[in-house]
């Protein structure tokens, strides 16, 4: 039977805009209030680049006293002033009214002040420099609203859905889970998935930042804004929407814009004040040397744009760079928690180990070989439900080793199965089994930690495979390098205490707590945090998350309960380890950022106070140290901004010796 497809609308098509970020309510009367003037607007708008012109022209206009009829009045400085200075006199007079103290404030009182002295060429300079300083800033935070916009409209608004026995193409709003979508070659996913049919290799790097294609086949998971490379595929919807897990990118970095971290509230008052700072710095300089000259200088070499404006930027980088990494952070009030952790906490079942049992080892007894003694073991275990026996027939599976239909098949709680294969009798099962068939085996190891399963045939002993959870491959060199990092690291588990300590000493994790309960773990976090240590939990389970939402900063693992993704704070999209290690670089760059332009502008206004208070700036140069240093501050932040798939790239890059070594090991 033909399909038939049947086109959308070109309305349901239309992509749609990315929200408008809500922008925060001022805190108090002396904030910067960047929110609230403008910022946010597109850089180089025509009315813009028309006002920095005519500033410009009419700056040189002035110079070369060109029409001057009056000896002490520009008519062309003062029209040139009412037209290019029109944007900032509005917004101080708006932030006046509302008894803020802003940037824009204080330049225009300067501005003013050079027009009262007849100074209409640095008045008209002063303007030029704020006009291209807020057009360069808004140039700036537009890269980070580029990078919102880009993952908003990554993924398809409208996908082919099979129903009915037909193939009709809707729009993403209306698929339902339970559908079944068809993604062609070199098409995008537009929902979470299951494959039900076909066979492909898609890059899902933006999701998970894998660096090679991931194989999908039957049953294999699909997530939004995966790209399909190779054949057709067939999914289940599982989930729609801003429910995917690249919706949760998205509304994670959209969510960094709209909350406030501590820091930038910190970021606001510091730029108030240091407005103040700046006003009363004038004051005192006018008293003591009647220069207004000088006085105008010290007011407009005051400025606070790179922290107020730098400290946003620099959140909204750090969490955009994230999420290229596959990692989902909340908000920024949880970037600047993470940058701060001195203290991770790891669970061990599902985050520092896969969570499934797999075969170890398979070791042959006497004259048996090792395809033997899998071969029989799987064929054995085909129909058995046990974890344990799933990981035999994977691994023969695994290997592409004959596992035959069983002619008999019997299986006796808590010993193991007894199965004709091939005309043999097979027994596989614990040492209880086998002593009561009379066979004999050689005694436990000590040093086993798994669980060790006993193949024989026709009473013979053929040897035992050891099934044991795997260690992840990167575990052992992310935990090096949070050591490296200064990190404190403590495994904390509800497994006993030789298994929780075997795999401490492998990953050399110094602190172990075992045998614990959810409720024990919440209360080591508790107890960590009421010690004034910074604690970030990773764990993946149910019985995680009451220490997860204690902790400072909760990790969960992306592939564990929806319970523990919901209490955290963060999410590892790729159970990566390593994701967690670039995760707390990032928040602890981020933060080193902002601290720079903190520390950055303070020495700076001061330092230009000073000169300019002692006469050695004049408004012109006051005013070149004002916006100079304003744009270093922000281009400060925007280093933070994802740029193509640096971070991803590098994150890979880390990943696969880290993979080689525990390889090794």
């Known amino acids: 039977m033909t399909d038939t497809t049947v086109p959308a609308s070109p309305r349901d098509a239309a992509p749609k805009p990315a929200p408008k970020p809500t922008p925060a309510p001022a805190e108090a009367h002396h904030e910067h209030g960047h929110d609230e003037h403008g910022h946010d607007a597109p850089p180089f708008e025509p009315w813009a680049l028309a006002r920095i012109a005519a500033a410009a022209i009419g700056a040189a206009l002035v110079w070369f006293r060109v029409y001057e009829p009056f000896p ?77 916009r880009e993952l908003v409209e990554f993924v398809p608004r409208e996908a082919r859905v099979r129903r009915d026995g037909r193939t009709v193409v809707l729009p993403v709003e209306e698929i339902v889970p339970g559908d079944l979508v068809l993604i062609s070659p070199g098409e995008k996913a537009p929902v979470d998935g299951a494959v039900v049919s076909g066979h492909s290799y898609v890059d899902q790097s933006r999701i998970t930042g894998e660096s090679m294609p991931a194989e ?9 804004g995966s790209i399909n490379q190779m054949g057709m595929l067939e999914i289940r919807v599982e989930r729609v929407g801003r429910d995917t897990t690249f919706g949760r990118i998205v509304e994670a970095v959209e969510q960094a814009e709209k909350t406030r971290a501590p820091v930038q509230r910190l970021a606001d008052r510091m730029a108030g004040y240091l407005v103040y700072f700046a006003f009363a710095a004038a004051t005192i300089t006018y008293l003591l040397t009647q220069d207004i000259r000088d006085t105008i200088s010290v007011v407009i070499v005051a400025g606070a744009c ?44 599902g985050t520092l180990t896969f969570g499934e049992p797999a075969v170890q080892t398979a070791t042959p007894f006497g004259d048996a070989d090792e395809t033997t003694l899998l071969s029989l073991a799987a064929s054995a275990e085909l129909h058995s439900e ?170 969960a693992m992306g592939s564990g309960t929806d319970i523990a993704k919901e209490s955290a704070d963060v999410v590892l999209i790729g159970n990566d380890l390593f994701k967690l ?30 000169l300019a208070a002692f006469g050695y700036l004049n408004p012109l140069l006051a005013a070149f140290i004002h916006v100079g240093s304003e744009l270093a501050f922000l281009l400060n932040s925007a280093r933070l901004l994802p740029l193509d798939s640096a971070d991803a790239k590098r994150a890979r890059a880390l990943a696969v010796p880290a993979a080689d070594e525990a390889a090794r090991t």
């Not at 802003?102 to 225009?108: A, G, K, R, V």
């Not at 009182?109 to 002295?117: K, R, S, T, Y």
């Not at 999908?216 to 939004?224: H, M, S, T």
């Not at 043999?424 to 614990?430: A, K, M, Q």
């Open 72 to 148: 002490h009045v520009s008519v062309v400085g003062v029209a040139t002033l009412v037209f290019a200075g029109w944007p900032i006199f509005r917004e101080a007079l708006e932030n006046l009214l509302a008894r803020r103290m802003t940037m824009e404030l204080s330049m225009s009182i300067a501005i003013v002040a050079a027009v009262g002295i007849a100074e209409f060429f640095t008045a008209l300079v002063v303007t030029l420099f704020v006009l291209v300083a807020e057009e360069l800033e808004h140039l700036t935070v537009a890269r980070g609203r580029t990078a919102i």
């Open 581 to 610: 290690v670039e995760t707390l670089r990032i928040a602890r760059k981020t933060r080193r950022v902002i601290w720079q332009n903190f520390a950055g502008t303070i020495g700076v206004d001061i330092l230009g106070v000073l």
């Open 306 to 349: 790179g922290i107020a404006a730098g400290t946003p930027l620099a959140i909204l980088g750090g969490i955009g760079r994230s999420a290229n990494l596959g990692s989902i952070i909340k908000g920024g009030v949880h970037l600047e928690s993470l940058g701060r952790v001195d203290t991770v906490i790891l669970d061990k079942t």
């Open 386 to 555: 046990h974890p344990l026996g799933r990981a035999v027939v994977a691994e023969a599976q695994r290997r592409g080793l004959a596992v035959e239909e069983p002619d008999r098949f019997a299986y006796t709680m808590g010993k193991g199965i007894e199965a004709d294969i091939r005309g043999r009798r097979v027994l596989v099962g614990n040492r209880r089994l086998m002593a009561e068939a009379g066979i004999e085996t050689p005694p436990r190891a000590a040093d086993h930690l798994g669980s060790d399963i006993l193949v024989a045939a026709d009473g013979v002993f053929l040897g035992e495979i050891q099934v044991a959870d795997t260690v992840r491959p990167e575990a052992h060199a992310a935990m090096r390098a949070l050591a490296d990092m200064g990190v404190r690291t403590l495994l904390l588990s509800g497994d006993t205490a030789p298994v929780a300590q075997a795999i401490a000493r492998q990953l050399e994790i110094a602190e172990v707590g075992a045998d614990m309960l959810p409720e024990d773990k919440l209360a080591r976090v508790r107890e960590l945090v009421a010690a004034r240590r910074v604690v970030a939990m990773v764990g993946d389970g149910v019985n995680d998350a009451p220490a997860l939402s204690a902790a400072n900063v909760g990790v």
């Open 216 to 224: 999908k086949q039957e049953g294999a998971f699909v997530y939004a």
